[in-house]
């Protein structure tokens, strides 16, 4: 008999690759998600388009005990959603409901494996000041200083997570992402992240444009590409590590320094222009001690692989949007799901 799982979140980015991954593994996938996957067609055996904030929603998708549960879904965005402050009170209602809904329903099913993708946001901002020297070492996130209320409310649900580990004998895992990118990413319309914005504006511009970078470039980051994402991420979840890890790249570069890679694939030379805007801390990367020690795993693959997949997939969009009267493919549901299993719930 397949092995069960539910992915909530399964119409963004990561939970979209990981349908893939865990149907190629031999699950039965239950996806759900307030809308498809925006990119490509959902392989999920079963796509429910339901609103996790409401707690009957969870029940109904939560109708059975799952093997695996991916809890993926959130407010979130890049720079340009999280850091500007206008989508602060969204974002932690937002969040907290759905994570507070899940894991109830989790716990009504005796479900006992669950995954959570908390964020790097977590960090205590003072931390990573030093855009050369971030210290982002799992327990240094107490004292609690995250650089805004997205990483606070990520915080407050890791500890929510980990109480139900001890409260009611759950087997919670908890991961904290670093930077996630790869194709099928929002490549465009303010929630994308560095690599995807870049991208984007790079292969809209004819050689010798300019673009527009926020801050002075100097920033620092590190970038994990999807595939190995999910790599870390099925590890962990089915490990028997308590404790919050990350799951990141620490190969770090500056904004400067990616905004040179991605040119170096475009073949392209362009003017460079540092204007302001939200940013977020002035460093940060993912140290990979311990989840190396906990369960032997690193990333491996080099950002400037990532980004050879990565760039020619948001050039082949910012070429069809530009098309006569052409769009961004925005995927449905598979026919076969769309008339057998895919269904709505307070949609």
Known sequence: MARTAL??????????????????????????????PEFSETEA??????????????????????????????DMGGAGYIFTGEHDAAIMHNSASINLNVLEGCKNRAIKHVFYSSSACIYPAHNQTDPNDPFTREDSAYPANPDSDYGWEK?????????????YGMQCRVAR?????????????GREKAPAAICRKIAAAA?????????????TRSFLYIDECIDGTLRLARSTVNVPVN????????????????MALAGKQLEVRHIPGPMGVRGRTSHNELIAKLLGWRPSAPLMQGLQETYPWIESQVMRSRGSNARPYVGTAPRAVAQSHGHQIGA
């Open 207 to 219: 050689d010798g444009d300019a673009i527009e970078v926020w801050g002075d470039g100097l920033q």
């Open 177 to 189: 992402y670093h930077n996630i990118f790869g194709p099928e990413g929002t490549w465009t319309g």
């Open 247 to 262: 799951i990141g790249s620490d190969e770090m570069v500056s904004i400067n320094e990616l905004v040179s890679m991605v």
């Open 45 to 74: 055996d079963d796509f429910v388009i339901a609103d996790l904030r409401d707690q009957k929603n969870c029940s109904a998708v939560i109708d059975r005990r799952f093997d695996e549960v991916y809890q993926l879904a959130a």
């Open 7 to 36: 992915i909530c979140g399964a119409g963004g980015f990561i939970g979209s690759h990981l349908v893939k991954r865990l149907k190629r593994e031999g699950f039965w996938v239950r996806g759900v998600d307030l809308k498809f």
């Open 155 to 167: 915080l407050f649900s890791e500890r929510l997570y980990l109480s139900y580990n001890r409260n």
